[in-house]
């Protein structure tokens, strides 16, 4: 049986699709089978950032209709090898019940070794039923205030579920936060209140892959980020890199 994460985060724009599909391709490239569970209905894009885009005939209402097996709305993706993506619905009514999710879920992760939910933003509908069926979170948070204390919100409210969580910080810029301008690592830590998983620098080479639906390119500091962070998740101790260094 496959390990079901959910990532999450208190508010929009602090990039959990973009930690799923980064994620999902580093745990991919160390040798794991996974798959990405676009929850975020009415708003995916998961299938775009994959490369799969117009291809994608069925999603998760399909399943959840009876129109097709879940095999059939689950793509693979052509620029990441070993990552499968099934697509979220077009509109939050047509998601399924906690209670379904969980279901699929729990089905699913007999065939890959890593099924990653992506949440939506924010603490309705849909993020209770992206949590039902998960044995973790990862909660999302860009490096400033009023995105940590949102993530403390969510923090409390996985803990209430009985869900570990671990925080991401993504989107991090060193330069602003070693001159004293930014909120510093331990204080968005301690406002989130989770314990760090990893710190994602700003890297325009993220952007430009989810953009064009490619490959994030192996060299850049991203990529490297995404390994050590998904190394973490495999369970093996990986130190923090130096904000200088990143």
């Known amino acids: 049986m496959g390990r079901i994460s959910v990532i999450t985060s208190g508010k929009g724009g602090a990039g959990k699709s973009t930690v799923t599909a980064g994620l999902g391709c580093a745990l991919a490239r160390l ?5 990405l569970l676009d929850g975020d209905a009415g708003l ?19 399943i959840f209709a009876g129109n097709c097996e879940p095999i059939r709305a689950i793509y693979p993706s052509p620029i990441c090898p070993n990552v499968f993506v099934l ?43 992206a ?22 919100i969510v923090s409390r409210l996985l803990e209430d579920e009985g869900l570990p969580a671990r925080l991401i910080i993504n989107r991090l810029r060193p330069a ?10 331990d204080e968005i830590i301690d406002t989130a209140g989770l314990q760090l998983l990893g710190i994602l620098p700003e890297d325009e080479a993220v952007a430009v892959a989810n953009a064009n639906g ?19 998740v495999l369970g093996e101790q990986v130190p923090l890199a130096r904000l200088e260094k990143m």
């Not at 894009?45 to 069925?58: E, K, R």
């Not at 949590?131 to 403390?152: E, F, H, K, N, Y």
């Not at 602003?176 to 690592?185: E, H, N, S």
């Open 87 to 129: 697509p979220a619905p077009v509109s939050l009514d047509r998601l399924g019940s906690p209670e379904d999710l969980r279901r699929l879920c729990a089905g699913l992760a007999r065939y890959y070794e890593y099924v990653l939910v992506d949440c939506p933003a924010g603490i309705g509908r849909g993020f209770r039923g």
């Open 131 to 152: 949590i039902a069926g998960a044995d973790q979170a990862l909660v999302v948070t860009t490096p400033d205030m009023v995105c940590a204390r949102d993530a403390q």
């Open 44 to 62: 995916r894009s998961l299938d775009l950032m994959l490369g799969i885009g117009g291809s994608a005939v069925y999603d998760m209402a399909d």
């Open 31 to 35: 040798g794991h089978k996974v798959l």
């Open 176 to 185: 602003p936060v070693l001159a004293g301008k930014m909120p510093d690592v």
């Open 214 to 232: 490619r490959p994030l390119p192996s060299d850049c500091n991203a990529a490297a980020c995404f390994e050590n962070i998904a190394r973490r």
